[in-house]
């Protein structure tokens, strides 16, 4: 299992690998922005993205769409964490196909939750 | 064009009483001398009143002028730093909260690699005394070898040393967690500085809009504002954290309302 970490602030970053570690979750990488993520994820058979709303280059709602967008990966499971918690932000989020959403200040409880939701869909979809 | 609805105390200052009575005055006598068919006084009658008018403009404007002068020097010294300073106080307020944010990305930084490093010791610890306790379990349902049992022996007296160096790096690295907290003590005081600094550039700025505000209603001129359209760039606009959730009706106050409003929508 391939994951993806993007959030322009490294604490973030930091704090996301290692609960996903403490989960069993290993195999991550990590990118500062929606624009540099987009390529690692062209290129590098990632299994799950876990993504912040606001970065300065490439938002987490733009990644999200493209992701969407892009034929190889539309089916990619995304789960957004993020501070953004207007009610209509969180319907956009939804309506552009994210799998789950997470506000910040969150726990490795609530982050454990939203990922197994996730991956059981996954799993009954196929 | 000036009309005598603005022409009020509040713009004419202490002669501006006076001024309209001069001004009728003098219209008084226009309209005779016009009676009169009197032209050459009636023109410089006309003369007349419009010097008056222009005295009492001028005085105004000289008024406004030195208010205005003194607006923004305040605002200078306030805002743009005073002569002596080599940065303006908007530029110092940003190198403050970028130290802020550098401070607290160091705290974290740090709270993190303590807990970092405790955590391989604990987990050493924690599978060391599961793997004794099962041995443990055996001696006592009577199933060890003395060989095994010297072993043990040897093993326990290793665990109990290890258990003891653990304790001293886990109280290490707590007390190391409690001292980067000090960053919420350094940042708090920047940033009520930084408050400071921005409730004095918006004093200022309110003081130069009032004088502006008088400059317009004198000279007649109101600049023509035209509604303020708001970007329509993007439909939602990113906010970043909520301060005041509990306070608006369009957002959310954790991730319970999320899972509810996510639901209730079908996704």
Redesign the interface.
């Known amino acids: 299992m391939k994951i993806l970490i993007v959030d322009d602030f ?2 973030m970053r ?2 996301i690998k ?1 609960l996903l570690r403490d989960l069993g979750f290993t195999n991550t990488s990590e990118a500062d922005d929606g624009s540099t993520a987009l390529p690692m994820l062209q290129n590098g058979n990632f299994d799950f993205l876990v993504t912040d ?2 970065m300065p280059g490439m ?1 987490g709602i733009d990644l999200l769409k493209a992701v969407r967008a892009d034929e190889k990966l539309k089916n990619l499971p995304i789960l957004m964490v993020t ?10 989020a ?1 309506q552009a196909g994210v799998n789950g ?4 200040p ?1 726990t490795a409880a ?1 982050l454990k939750e939203k990922i197994e939701k996730i991956f059981e869909r996954v799993a009954a979809s196929q | 064009m000036l009309g005598a609805d603005n022409f009020d105390s509040r713009v004419l200052g202490d002669g501006g009483v006076d001024m309209l009575g001069e001004l009728k005055t003098r219209a008084l006598a226009l309209v005779e001398k016009l009676e009169q068919g009197d032209f050459p006084g009636a023109s410089e009658l006309i003369q007349r009143i419009n010097e008056a008018r222009d005295r009492s403009i001028y005085r105004e404007v000289g008024k406004l002028t030195r208010g205005l002068h003194e607006a923004i020097v305040n605002f200078e010294i306030d805002v743009a730093g005073s002569e002596g300073d080599n940065i303006s106080h908007m530029a110092n307020a940003q190198e403050r909260l970028d130290y802020v944010i550098n401070l607290t ?1 160091k705290s ?2 740090k709270t ?1 690699d303590m ?2 490093a405790g955590i391989p010791v604990v987990e050493r610890l924690g599978s060391d005394a599961k793997t004794l306790h099962a041995d443990w379990q055996r001696l006592i349902r009577r199933e060890m070898k003395p060989d095994e049992f010297r072993d043990l022996y040897h093993r326990i007296d290793e665990f109990l040393g290890q258990t003891g160096s653990s304790s001293a790096i886990l109280s290490e690295k707590f007390n190391s967690i409690l001292l980067a907290q000090d960053f919420q003590d350094l940042s708090g005081q920047v940033i009520k500085k930084v408050i400071t600094l921005v409730q004095e550039v918006e004093d200022r700025l309110v003081d130069l809009m009032r004088v502006a505000g008088q400059v317009e209603e004198l000279t007649g001129v109101f600049s023509q504002v035209e509604a303020v359209q708001l970007a329509p760039a993007r ?2 606009v ?5 301060i005041n ?1 509990q306070q608006r009706a ?6 319970d309302d ?1 899972d509810d ?2 639901s209730s ?1 079908g ?1």
Not at chain 2, 250 to 255: A, E, F, I, K, Y
């Open positions: 490294s604490t930091r704090i290692n709303w606001n938002t501070a953004e918690a207007k009610r209509d932000q969180i319907i956009e939804a959403y997470v506000v910040k969150f609530v | 990305q974290a930084d993190m807990v970092e439909d939602v990113a906010e970043g954290p909520q959730a369009d957002v959310v106050s954790g991730q999320v409003l996510l929508l996704f």
